[in-house]
């Protein structure tokens, strides 16, 4: 569901209709704000008519994660992207037949490699002609500077808590109170209320692990225990991980006395985002730092 972005759709649209789309894009902004949901959705009107990320699979479109590439391919992380970037150039050459264009969605473009950059340069100095590409990243400066200057930039930033209060209002049967915490933790990002809505089942498993974390264990034992419970409901689902964090920094925010675990959390919650830090190493020095140093011992 696109929502938010209504100048941006209907540019999108007018562009597509009159069959007038540049051959390559850059979608790009926080993570959450919608980007993917948005060059989804334009594959699915090129194709069908109808803007909307969900819907039966598309058959002109082709679609690269290159994080998904990088933690697959880790015997050669020098060259990963570079087969995936040539089975797009095939596929971007072959005409159209459902739609007015080929598209070709690369996901999370920041994890390419340099060398899969330079693949997909070729492919944007000569690119096909019914042929459209979308690159997705959260900051357009990752991106090599030759590659970047020929894609066409769309930043899609966040919107007001108002907007995000009536989209709630809209589309979730959620109390006004839950609401309101939803929207505080989405920062204006419709993307991160979709996936908070759908992790709603687990918020609570959430909190009460985040309880048991923060209350002082009696032994070590407990401590790597708890450690242990908490990975185990993260690895569940992908949501379950971020809204176990939002929970656990939440409830770091309240004592200043709590200041240096909150810290470790944030660069914690970084590190595993940047290059997947291990989780259960990360909490127990969280929670390391919420107990006393001399009850834990990292081993």
């Given at each position: 569901m696109i929502y938010g972005y209504d100048d941006i759709v209907q540019d999108l649209k007018r562009l597509a209709d009159t069959r007038a789309l540049a051959h390559a894009y850059l979608f790009f902004g926080e993570a959450g704000v919608g980007k993917y949901a948005l060059a989804t959705a334009l594959a699915r009107y090129c194709e069908t008519g109808v803007f909307d990320q969900d819907g039966p699979d598309l058959q002109e479109t082709h679609r690269i994660d290159a994080h998904e590439l990088l933690e697959r391919d880790d015997a050669n992380k020098e060259s990963v992207g570079i087969g995936s970037v040539r089975e797009l150039?095939?596929?971007?050459?072959?005409?159209?037949?459902?739609?007015?264009?080929?598209?070709?969605?690369?996901?999370?473009?920041?994890?390419?490699?340099?060398?899969?950059?330079?693949?997909?340069?070729?492919?944007?100095?000569?690119?096909?002609?019914?042929?459209?590409?979308?690159?997705?990243?959260?900051?357009?400066?990752?991106?090599?500077?030759?590659?970047?200057?020929?894609?066409?930039?769309?930043?899609?930033?966040?919107?007001?808590?108002?907007?995000?209060?009536?989209?709630?209002?809209?589309?979730?049967?959620?109390?006004?109170?839950?609401?309101?915490?939803?929207?505080?933790?989405?920062?204006?990002?419709?993307?991160?209320?979709?996936?908070?809505?759908?992790?709603?089942?687990?918020?609570?498993?959430?909190?009460?692990?985040?309880?048991?974390?923060?209350?002082?264990?009696?032994?070590?034992?407990?401590?790597?225990?708890?450690?242990?419970?908490?990975?185990?409901?993260?690895?569940?689902?992908?949501?379950?991980a971020n809204l176990f964090f939002e929970e656990l920094l939440d409830a770091l925010s309240v004592d200043p006395a709590d200041a240096p675990a909150r810290r470790i959390a944030v660069e914690g919650i970084a590190a595993i985002a940047a290059y997947g830090a291990h989780k259960r190493l990360i909490l127990k020095k969280i929670l390391w730092a919420k107990n006393s140093p001399t009850s834990f011992s990292s081993s």
């Open positions: 150039e095939h596929f971007l050459y072959q005409t159209p037949i459902r739609s007015p264009y080929r598209i070709g969605i690369i996901r999370d473009a920041e994890w390419l490699t340099d060398q899969a950059q330079n693949a997909l340069l070729k492919l944007l100095e000569e690119p096909p002609a019914r042929g459209v590409i979308i690159v997705i990243a959260q900051d357009a400066s990752v991106l090599l500077p030759t590659v970047a200057s020929r894609l066409q930039a769309i930043h899609l930033g966040i919107v007001g808590e108002s907007a995000v209060l009536d989209f709630l209002k809209k589309y979730a049967k959620i109390q006004p109170s839950e609401a309101q915490k939803i929207a505080r933790k989405a920062r204006g990002r419709i993307g991160r209320v979709i996936t908070l809505l759908a992790a709603d089942k687990g918020r609570e498993t959430a909190q009460k692990l985040v309880t048991a974390c923060l209350k002082r264990p009696a032994t070590p034992y407990a401590l790597k225990k708890l450690a242990d419970d908490a990975v185990d409901f993260m690895e569940k689902k992908p949501a379950y």
